[in-house]
């Protein structure tokens, strides 16, 4: 079967039909998987049947792998590079991060060079009475800057946000020594996108924690009215697992937050691998 793109009603979001990720995807497959990656933020393959190594050897193919600090205690064994996001306990001890992802953020923004993107592989998905539960959300940040009006975009260019590590509010518990090993950083609020040239915001409400050079209060107002515009409705494809589904999201075009619409005896198994930035193609 040829590959076909199939593209959400959302402004981000497509399926993939007609490619089997267990086999390894020659250089025309690729391209095409890679182009829709880059046009579409989040791509998605369904029934797909793949090992914890052809997941990892499917997300080398973006990019390096990159190493998440909450996977640091829940990597999957014999596996460093797939970080577990599961609600599930085995022996009185979570198997997975649990409540990952549960506000809106784009992966590892606290870092220098956050990663291009992310891959998310399902392994078991919560059901109750027929319904679907644990759903992820993404929103179009580029579409998002592209409504804003003349005199925001004149106001933002050339802005840069801060993240602080240490100042985010997180279900996980952070130790001593991994705030240490991430200092602050800023990032433009306008980022470029290195493959697209598209604009997009990079702002978020619980992991900014100012604008260089506009007071704190002005600088909150500001990161607030924008992370309620990125996350506006019709900027957002909300994705509902089946298992056997393999994720693909672009970490600049979109951002995403996970539905905890679950609990326990329900149970959701993710696993997930994220891969670094590279330089776009010449
Ligand atoms: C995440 O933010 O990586 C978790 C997303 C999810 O579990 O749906």
Redesign the pocket.
């Known amino acids: 079967m040829a590959l076909k793109v199939v593209q959400s009603d959302a402004p981000v979001g497509a399926e993939i039909r007609g490619v089997d990720l267990s086999q390894p995807l020659n250089e025309n497959t690729f391209g095409a998987v890679e182009d829709a990656y880059n046009e579409h933020g989040v791509i998605f393959f369904r029934n797909q049947s793949i090992s914890p190594d052809e997941l990892l050897d499917f997300s080398r193919r973006f990019g390096d792998l990159q190493f998440n600090v909450f996977g640091e205690d829940h990597g999957l064994a014999n596996h460093p590079g797939i970080?577990v996001?599961s609600n599930v306990q085995e022996g009185g001890r979570d198997i997975g991060?649990k409540r990952?992802?549960?506000h809106w953020?784009s992966?590892m923004c606290y870092t220098a060079n956050p990663p291009r993107g992310?891959i998310?592989c399902a392994r078991e998905v919560p059901h109750q009475d027929g319904l679907i539960l644990?759903?992820?959300c993404f929103a179009a940040t580029h579409v998002a800057y592209d409504d804003l009006p003349g005199s925001m975009k004149e106001r933002l260019a050339g802005r840069r946000a801060e993240f602080d590590f240490s100042g985010r509010k997180r279900a996980q518990v952070i130790s001593q020594e991994q705030r240490d090993r991430f200092p602050p950083v800023c990032h433009p609020i306008v980022r470029t996108h290195p493959y697209t040239g598209r604009k997009c915001l990079y702002v978020m409400r619980d992991d900014c924690t100012g604008i260089e050079g506009v007071d704190d209060e002005e600088a909150q107002r500001l990161i607030e009215a924008l992370a309620d515009h990125i996350t506006r409705p019709e900027y957002i494809y909300r994705?509902q697992?089946q298992e056997g589904d393999v994720l693909i999201w672009d970490n600049c075009t979109v951002q995403?937050?996970?539905?905890q619409d679950y609990n326990l005896p329900l149970r959701?198994l993710?696993h997930?691998t994220t891969f670094a930035a590279e330089a776009p193609p010449a």
């Open positions: 970080v996001i991060v990952a992802g549960q953020h992966d992310t998310l644990g759903d992820t994705h697992w995403h937050m996970a539905v959701r993710m997930r």
